[in-house]
């Protein structure tokens, strides 16, 4: 793992309490993942952020295509000279029905006219001075991905692992058993001190969540320790 510090800074956005990060390792340059940004005072948070921060966006980074997690990927792909939104193929019948699921909760049809530059498992995107590998995690939805920054030991989960549970698997094109293989045979296996960053809620470690999230048992491994020096990122959130 590197030394130096990749920074990132936590969003919480709309209704459901979706968890928009933003990331830099290099002055000036950052990406975007999950915009959920849905209010204009949730608009104007992320704007002040990254005047604070003097940062530029310079890609857009989607785990998967619900609602809720790109309200504000239109507006932002706009303002910043239309920079790369990038979203797996798979789904794009997700984004279908996403004025139908927010119209449910009263709240207004997200903007899907944004262009989309698509992923694949196994692609390392270079962005900013980091590296974010892709890690097609289906279940969830069909077409989730994990974003894993691996000299920093950080992954982007979205919706598909969580602090203590996994992503729900009730919704049109979901499927509990791809969900299960996706988190057994991608990311459970993975370095044990690595830190997820989730679409909701707080901040975990795979080892944790190895060794104690009661939605992955009976497959629980004995817990391993976890040495808090390996820690390379500095989070800041606003819970």
């Known amino acids: 793992m590197r030394k130096d510090m990749l920074n990132i800074r936590a969003l919480t956005c709309n209704l459901l309490q979706e968890r928009l990060y933003v990331a830099w390792q290099e002055a000036g340059r950052c990406i975007i993942a999950d915009p959920g940004c849905y209010s204009p005072a949730e608009i ?3 704007e002040d952020l990254l005047a604070q921060e003097s940062l530029r966006p310079e890609a857009i980074l989607l785990t998967h295509g619900h609602f809720d997690h790109f309200f504000g990927a239109k507006l932002l ?3 910043f000279g239309g920079i790369p939104v ?3 193929p798979a789904d794009e019948a997700v984004l279908g029905y996403s004025a139908d699921m927010a119209g449910r909760l009263g ?4 903007d899907t006219d944004f262009a989309r530059t698509p992923v694949q498992d196994g692609q390392v995107l270079e962005i900013a001075g980091m590296k974010w590998e892709v890690i097609a995690t289906p279940g969830h939805t069909p077409g989730g991905v994990c974003y894993l920054e691996r000299e920093a030991g950080v992954m982007l989960t979205g919706d598909t692992l969580f602090a203590g549970s996994i992503g729900r698997t009730d919704f049109l094109y979901s499927e509990y ?3 299960i293989r996706s988190i057994m045979e991608k990311l459970i296996l993975l370095d044990p001190d690595i830190r997820i960053l989730p679409g ?4 975990s470690t795979i080892g944790h969540e190895r060794t104690h999230n009661p939605f992955l048992e ?3 491994e004995p817990e391993e320790p976890i040495d808090p020096e390996l820690e390379p990122v500095v989070i800041r959130g606003d819970i």
Do not use: C, I, V, W
């Open 218 to 220: 009976p497959f629980n």
């Open 200 to 203: 909701h809620g707080p901040t």
């Open 86 to 88: 990038y979203m797996h």
């Open 44 to 46: 104007s948070a992320l």
């Open 177 to 179: 058993d791809d969900e």
């Open 77 to 79: 792909q706009d303002r």
């Open 107 to 110: 709240l207004k049809a997200p």
